[in-house]
């Protein structure tokens, strides 16, 4: 029962992330529907990268924190049918196209992998000389 707590409270905490970061990239970059989920996905792929990348043992990141933070929080902010609704609407209507459509797919995955590759990397210790 614990751990359904502290994912649907992280989910609900990252439903409110996403729905205010999506709520300010309307007004910042009106013409591009897509630009908040963009930005969520790409904050929730670098987060997920630097949490499950650090370097740690079985222990130094508790099972609990794993299941608020990575499962509820990331889970609630980054969304996938968001992504292929607005991909959906760009193909199909005035403006976009399918270039456009396929341009906004392609954007949110390879800078989703770029952001979980950097999150990983920044989670490792910097060396000492």
């Known amino acids: 029962m614990w751990n359904l707590l502290l994912v649907g409270t992280g989910g609900s905490l990252g439903a409110m992330l996403r729905y205010g970061i999506s709520t300010i990239m309307k007004t910042w970059i ?55 609704y607005e991909t959906f609407f760009i193909a199909n209507n005035p403006g976009g196209g399918m270039i456009a459509s396929l341009g906004h797919m392609t954007a949110n995955v390879l800078l989703g992998l770029a952001a979980v590759w950097l999150g990983t990397f920044l989670s490792r210790p910097i060396p000492i000389v």
């Open 30 to 84: 009106p013409g591009y529907i897509g630009a908040g989920t963009l930005i969520v996905n790409v904050i929730g792929s670098l987060a997920i990268g630097y949490i499950l990348g650090a370097p740690h043992d079985s222990k130094s990141v508790a099972e609990s924190m794993r299941l608020f933070f990575v499962v509820g929080v990331l889970g609630g902010l980054t969304t996938f049918s968001s992504l292929a």
